[in-house]
C-alpha cells in the first residue's frame, strides 16, 4: 500500500472457522502503530492468532519484512517461534514460575543492554525479583511489554495491553506503550475496543467488523469519514440508512434529509457530524431545508462540550458549547429546532 | 431411590446366602494337588447322593489352614503334610485325622529342555530357573530338604504359592525345572522331561483326611470320607499318581 | 458457612467410613508391637524391603518417562481417538494385575512375543529379575501418571505455550521450561501415586516376575509367603505398607487431580 517503502507486514489472511469467515488484508510500515478496532466477535484476535501461526489460514498470504512466512506455494508455513513477531496478551500472560527479570530473558539471547534500556523505560527495574503474582496489573502488563520487546521482534502485536486498567493509569500507559513502541522501530498492530486508545496511540486505525476490514485509515480519516454505523457510532457520528433520490435522502420513516450531492440513485449511508448540527429556541429564520422540531432527551457535559440527545423525526446528536446550553435555556424535555446545512450531510454508498 | 434400596436390599441377601445353595452344600476344603481326585471323587459323591452338592476350596495347604484358623466353615479337610493336620488339630478344629494316600516328589524339566537334561549333575551345573513350592508348604518343605540333600542350590528358584503354579510354569516353558509331585507328572498332559534318576522319590508326604469338629453336616462328612477308602476312592488315588497308605 | 448435608447422607457417610476403617484399624489391632523391631529386622523383610524401595522408585521414573509423553499426547486430542487411546494406557488401572501379569509374561516371558528376541539379541531376561519387577510394577503404575499429567495439561491454558512461542521459544524449550514446570504439582502427584502403587503392587509382580526371595519378592510378596508361614512378621510388613500408602496419601492431600 505504501509506495516506496516495503511494509513490515504486508498479508491477506482468510481463515474459516465454521460460518465465520475473516478475510483481511492489512500492511503495518516500519515504525508505524495500527490500532485494531471493531465491535465484540468481529475476529480481531483471530486475525493476531493467524498473523502469529497459532492458526493455519485457509487462504492468502503473509509477508514479514519481504519473508513469506505463509503463502500459496509455500509447502511450509513458517512456526510461530520463528516468525520474529512478538505477542503481548490482555492479561500479561508472564510466566507464573518465573521472576520479572526470568521472564523478561526468556526469549532474548543474552542481550542485556536492550532488557536493561527497557528495564528503565518502562519504569520496572525495582520489580526483576519478584513473581508475576506480586505485581499490580499495570506492572504486570509493562513487564509483558519488556518480554516481548526484549526479542526484538520486528512486528508486535499487542491484544488489548490497557484494556485491564483503570481510566489514569490507561492514559499514563498509554503514553508509555507509545513512546516505547516507537523507539523500537517495529511495527505494531494494537487490538482495542476502546476508542480513546487508538486515537491517541495509531498512525493508522483498522476497523474490523464481522470478519471484513471496513475502514482503514489515519485516525483524522476516521473521524471526518466514518464508514459504518459503528464507526460512525464509535466516534459520535449520527449514522442513518436512507434511500438516495436525486440530492434528497429519504429515511425510512419518511424524513427528507436535503444534501449537497446530486445524482442519488438508491440505498445510501446518511452520517451527520454531531458538531454540524445547530440549535434553535424558535424555528431558524429564513427556514433552511433541514431543520427538524425535536425535544431534549438528555444532555451530557464533557469538557466543554455538550452532547445533546436529541428525539424528532429522528434520533439526532448535537454537540454544542456549555454556553450554547446556557444561552439557549434548554433542559431535559425542552423543545428546540435542530438544523444542518446540507452540504455537511455525508453520504457513502451503503456497504454490501 | 427407592428402586435402588431394593436392588441393594436383593443383592445383600443374594451374597450373604451365598447363592440360596446354602447349608445342604458339603464344603470340602482339597490341598491343591490332589486336585482332579477330588474333583473326580466330587462328583461321584453326588452321583451317590444326588441331594447332597460338594463345594471344593482348593488351595496350598498352608492357605488352608490359614483360612480354618480364621473362622472359614468347612466339613472335610484333606491336606499335604501331617505337620498341617497337626497345627488345626492341636487347635481343636478337627476329629482324628487319618492318612488316605502317598506322593512323592518327582523333579521335572520343561518340554523344551527335556531332552538335555538328564541328571542332577545337569541341575547343578546349568544355569536353569527353577520353580519351588514356597519353603511353608508341603511340597517346598520336602522339596527344599532334597534339594540340600543333593546340593542343588535353590537361592534363586521362585517359589509358588501351591505345586500346581509349579507344574504349570514348567509346562509352559517359563522356567526350566520345577520339583512337584510324581501324581502332578501322571496327570500333566505336557511332554515334560521326568528326572527319575535324581533320587526324589524318596521324599514323600502322606495326605490326612479330617472331618471339622464344628461341621453341621458330619454324617455326609463321614460318607464323603469314606469314598476315599473304599474301591472307587483307592483305583481314582492311584491312576492319578498316589500311592496307598 | 457451608450448608449442611443431610442427616441421612452424614450417616451413610458415617457408616461407609466405618466400613473402610475397620478391617484397617483390625490390622492395627493384631500387630505384635513389642515384637516389631526383631520381626522387621530379620534377613527376608529386610531384603524385602529393600528390593520393593528399589524396584518402586525405578518402576515410578519409568512410568513417568512412558506415561508423560503419552499424557502430552492425550491432552491434545478429542473424541473417539482420545477416549480409545485413554481407555488403553488407563486400562492396567482396571485390569485384574494378574491379568496384566499374564499379559507381560506372554510379552515379555522367556516364550513371550519380545522376551525371547531380547533374550537373544542382548541376552536381556526379565522374568525371574529385578528389572521384571520394575516392568511389572511400572505397567499398573503408568495409569496414575497419564490421568494426573493429562489432567494438569489440560488445565494449563494453552495461551502460554502461544506466548512461549511468540517470544521465539521451539517446541521444545517451551515443553521444558514453561509447559513442564507450570504442571509441576501434577507431575509430583502422578510421580507419588504410581509409586505408592508400584510399592503395593503384588499380581502382576508375582504372576511376570515370579518370587524369587531377594529378587523379586517384594514387601507385598513376602506378605504373601508369611501369611502361611509366619503370621507376625506378615503383619508386621503390613504395617510398613500401610504407613507408607498414608504417607504418601496424605501427604499429596488434594493434589490427586490438579486444582480447578
Known amino acids: 500500500m505504501s509506495d516506496q517503502l516495503t511494509p513490515i507486514l504486508d498479508c491477506r489472511v482468510v481463515v474459516e472457522r465454521g460460518a465465520f469467515k475473516l478475510d483481511v488484508e492489512v500492511s503495518v510500515e516500519q515504525a508505524e502503530i495500527v490500532a485494531l478496532v471493531g465491535p465484540n466477535g468481529a475476529g480481531k484476535t483471530t486475525l493476531l492468532e493467524a498473523i502469529l501461526g497459532w492458526l493455519p489460514l485457509t487462504e492468502g498470504e503473509i ?24 505477542m503481548v496478551f490482555q492479561d500479561g500472560l508472564l510466566f507464573p514460575h518465573l521472576n520479572v527479570m526470568r521472564n523478561i530473558e526468556f526469549g532474548t539471547g543474552k542481550s542485556l543492554e536492550n532488557v536493561n534500556r527497557l528495564l528503565t523505560a518502562l519504569e520496572i527495574s525495582d520489580l526483576v525479583d519478584r513473581y508475576p503474582k506480586e505485581l499490580s496489573t499495570g506492572q504486570r502488563q509493562r513487564v509483558a511489554l519488556a518480554r516481548t520487546l526484549a526479542t526484538a521482534p520486528k512486528l508486535v502485536l499487542l491484544d488489548e495491553p490497557l484494556g485491564s486498567l483503570d481510566v489514569t493509569g490507561r492514559a499514563v500507559a498509554r503514553k508509555l506503550i507509545g513512546n516505547v513502541l516507537r523507539k523500537t522501530g517495529a511495527g505494531a498492530l494494537v487490538v482495542t475496543h476502546d476508542p480513546a486508545d487508538a486515537f491517541a496511540l495509531a498512525d493508522r486505525i483498522l476497523v474490523l467488523e464481522n470478519g471484513r476490514v471496513t475502514q482503514y485509515g489515519s485516525p483524522d480519516q476516521i473521524r471526518t469519514r466514518p464508514a459504518t454505523k459503528w464507526v460512525a457510532e464509535l466516534v459520535g457520528w449520527n449514522f442513518f440508512e436512507a434511500n438516495g433520490t436525486g440530492s434528497l435522502a429519504r429515511l425510512s420513516n419518511g424524513t427528507e434529509i436535503a444534501t449537497a450531492h446530486s445524482g442519488l440513485d438508491g440505498p445510501v449511508v446518511v452520517t451527520i457530524n454531531p458538531t454540524a448540527v445547530a440549535l434553535y429556541r424558535e424555528q431558524p429564520a429564513g427556514s433552511p431545508r ?54 455537511e450531510v455525508g453520504i457513502q454508498p451503503l456497504d454490501g | 431411590m427407592r428402586l435402588l434400596l431394593v436392588t441393594a436390599t436383593v443383592l445383600t441377601s443374594v451374597v450373604l446366602n451365598g447363592c440360596g445353595s446354602g447349608s445342604h ?31 471344593l476350596n482348593i488351595a496350598g495347604s498352608g492357605a488352608l489352614v490359614m483360612q480354618m484358623q480364621e473362622g472359614a466353615e468347612a466339613d472335610v479337610v484333606i491336606l499335604a503334610s501331617n505337620s498341617h493336620m497337626d497345627q488345626l488339630r492341636e487347635l481343636g478344629l478337627v476329629l482324628g485325622p487319618k492318612g488316605i494316600a502317598q506322593n512323592s516328589l518327582a523333579v521335572i524339566v520343561s518340554p523344551q529342555l527335556a531332552e538335555s537334561i538328564n541328571s542332577v549333575d545337569d541341575l547343578r551345573h546349568r544355569d536353569l530357573q527353577i520353580a519351588v513350592c514356597v519353603k511353608s508348604s508341603p511340597c517346598g518343605a520336602l522339596a527344599f530338604a532334597y534339594a540340600s540333600s543333593v546340593g542343588l542350590n535353590l537361592a534363586s528358584a521362585t517359589r509358588e504359592s501351591n505345586v500346581k503354579a509349579v507344574l504349570a510354569k514348567v509346562e509352559r516353558d517359563e522356567v526350566d525345572v520345577g520339583i512337584v509331585y510324581m501324581s502332578d507328572v501322571r496327570s500333566s498332559r505336557a511332554q515334560l522331561g521326568h528326572l527319575e534318576t ?12 479330617a472331618v471339622t469338629a464344628d461341621s453341621k453336616n458330619k454324617r455326609k462328612a463321614q460318607d464323603f470320607a469314606a469314598l476315599f477308602t473304599d474301591e472307587v476312592g483307592q483305583s481314582t488315588l492311584t491312576r492319578f499318581g498316589f500311592q496307598l497308605p | 458457612m457451608t450448608p449442611q448435608l443431610p442427616r441421612l447422607l452424614r450417616l451413610a457417610a458415617f457408616v461407609a467410613v466405618a466400613v473402610v476403617a475397620a478391617p484397617l484399624f483390625s490390622l492395627l489391632w493384631r500387630i505384635p508391637w513389642s515384637e516389631l523391631p526383631r520381626l522387621l529386622s530379620t534377613e527376608v523383610v529386610a531384603d524385602a524391603l529393600f528390593l520393593s524401595l528399589l524396584t518402586s522408585l525405578a518402576a515410578a521414573l519409568v512410568a513417568l518417562l512412558i506415561g508423560i509423553p503419552i499424557a502430552f499426547q492425550l491432552s491434545r486430542m478429542s473424541g473417539l481417538p482420545a477416549s480409545t487411546l485413554r481407555a488403553v494406557a488407563t486400562l492396567p488401572m482396571v485390569l485384574p494385575p494378574v491379568v496384566g501379569g499374564a499379559a507381560l509374561l506372554f510379552a515379555f516371558g522367556r516364550k513371550g512375543l519380545l522376551g525371547e528376541t531380547l533374550d537373544n539379541a542382548a541376552g536381556l531376561v526379565l522374568p525371574y529379575t529385578p528389572a521384571g519387577v520394575v516392568i511389572a510394577n511400572a505397567f499398573v503404575a503408568t495409569p496414575f501418571v497419564v490421568l494426573t499429567i493429562e489432567s494438569g495439561l489440560r488445565a494449563l491454558d494453552p495461551r502460554y505455550e502461544l506466548a512461549a512461542a511468540a517470544l521465539g521459544a521451539s517446541p521444545l524449550r517451551t515443553t521444558l521450561r514453561v509447559v513442564l514446570p507450570m504442571i509441576r504439582s501434577s507431575l509430583v502427584a502422578g510421580a507419588f501415586l504410581a509409586w505408592a502403587r508400584a510399592l503395593g503392587e503384588f499380581g502382576a509382580t508375582i504372576t511376570f516376575a515370579g518370587n524369587v526371595p531377594g529378587r523379586t519378592q517384594t514387601l507385598p510378596l513376602a506378605v504373601f509367603v508369611a501369611m502361611e508361614a509366619d503370621r507376625d512378621a506378615a503383619l508386621a510388613m503390613s504395617l510398613v505398607l500401610v504407613f507408607v500408602s498414608l504417607v504418601v496419601l496424605v501427604s499429596l492431600r488434594d493434589k490427586w487431580w490438579p486444582a480447578r
Open chain 1, 290 to 343: 433541514n431543520s427538524w422540531h425535536c425535544r431534549v432527551e438528555s444532555i451530557e457535559f464533557v469538557a466543554d462540550v455538550a452532547r445533546v440527545s436529541l428525539v424528532g423525526p429522528f434520533d439526532l446528536s448535537a454537540d454544542v458549547t456549555r454556553a450554547a446550553v446556557a444561552e439557549l435555556g434548554i433542559d431535559t424535555g425542552s423543545a428546540v429546532w435542530a438544523s444542518l446545512k446540507a452540504t
Open chain 2, 25 to 55: 452344600a458339603l464344603r470340602v476344603f482339597v490341598a491343591s494337588s490332589l486336585t482332579e481326585v477330588a474333583q473326580h471323587l466330587a462328583e461321584e459323591y453326588e452321583t451317590r447322593y444326588p441331594n447332597t452338592d460338594v463345594e
Open chain 2, 198 to 209: 535324581a533320587g526324589a522319590d524318596q521324599y514323600s508326604t502322606s495326605y490326612p483326611l
Open chain 1, 63 to 86: 509477508l514479514l519484512d519481504g519473508r513469506v512466512l505463509e503463502g500459496p506455494g509455500e509447502n511450509k508455513s513458517v512456526q510461530t517461534h520463528e516468525r520474529e513477531i512478538g
